[in-house]
């Protein structure tokens, strides 16, 4: 059985910083696209960031590009988003997800997280 547990996230002034933590069991991350995808209140959930599982190259929204950075700890069997300079528009649920091809879009994903706040306070 596949497991994304995810963790880390709370709230946190605007310009400070975060990292998600996103270990998987029953799959290996190795060999799976691993994302993040996050859910603002009253909208729908947008893609974030992902790394391939070929050659681990990350690719992020314009919206976080330079801000967030995505990592994998394949040793660990774990994916990271470490998320600096954030801003109030950042707030949202975050969801790590996996998939074995190298989308952006959620409905590709078969695996998902259970999903973490973060909330950026002004």
């Given at each position: 059985q ?12 605007a ?40 050659r ?67």
């Amino acid at each position: 059985q596949v497991q994304l547990v995810q963790s880390g996230g709370g709230l946190v002034q605007a310009g400070g910083s975060l990292r998600l933590s996103c270990a998987a069991s029953g799959l290996t991350i190795s060999s799976h696209t691993m994302a993040w995808f996050r859910q603002a209140p009253g909208k729908e959930r947008e893609f974030v960031a992902r790394i391939t599982w070929s050659r681990g190259n990350p690719y992020y929204a314009d919206s976080v590009k330079d801000r967030f950075t995505i990592s994998r700890d394949n040793a660990q069997n774990t994916v990271y988003l470490q998320m600096n300079s954030l801003k109030p528009e950042d707030t949202a649920v975050y969801y790590c997800a996996a998939d074995r091809l190298s989308s952006t879009d959620m409905n590709e994903y078969d695996f998902w997280g259970q999903g973490t706040q973060v909330t950026v306070s002004s």
